[in-house]
């Protein structure tokens, strides 16, 4: 399978809670290599932009403002098949439905607070990786 990368959003209310280590430590042990990292505090352009393919959605607003609510640390990951990979350990948007061993199930407090973004395809995955980060940031 070949080795791709993905992009990785640890969310504020895993920020808030301290628990960065715990969440990439659950994404090391999935067989993904964080090679790009950084703490940010999102402004609201930023969220708005990255998240402009929800614009029309009714919950585009309150994610806007949370996203833009605490520090996040955004990463590139890197591994086999790491778009897939990512989305699997990540677990289902709502916790409610996320499966025993995933992030979400294990930390996500609702629906929205739900401690991590991955993207959802390879080309998203460029597009996002390329709207947080320069080419000299990712170090693989
Ligand atoms: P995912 O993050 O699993 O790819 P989506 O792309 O559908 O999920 O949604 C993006 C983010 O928007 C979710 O991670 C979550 O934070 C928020 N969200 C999604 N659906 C809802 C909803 N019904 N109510 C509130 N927030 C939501
Ligand atoms: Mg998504």
């Not at 791709?4 to 640890?10: D, K, L, M, V």
């Not at 086999?80 to 990512?86: G, I, L």
């Not at 499966?99 to 998203?124: L, M, Q, Y």
Request: one cysteine or more; aromatic letters at 8%.
């Amino acid at each position: 399978m070949a080795v791709t990368r993905t992009f990785s959003i640890i969310k504020p209310d895993a920020t808030r809670r301290n628990i960065t280590g715990a969440v990439t430590k659950m994404l090391e042990e999935a067989g993904l290599r964080v090679v790009a990292s950084k703490r940010i505090h999102m402004t609201r352009d930023q969220a708005e932009g990255f998240y402009a393919v929800h614009s029309e959605r009714p919950f585009y607003n309150d994610l806007c403002a949370f996203m833009t609510s605490g520090p996040v640390v955004v990463q590139v990951l890197e591994g086999d098949n790491a778009v897939q990979r990512n989305r699997d350990v990540m677990g289902a948007t709502n916790p409610a439905d996320a499966a025993e061993g995933t992030i979400r199930k294990a930390f996500a407090e609702s629906i929205e607070a739900n401690s991590v973004h991955g993207s959802d395809s390879d080309e998203n995955a460029k597009i996002e990786i390329d709207f947080f980060f320069s080419q000299s940031e990712i170090v693989g």
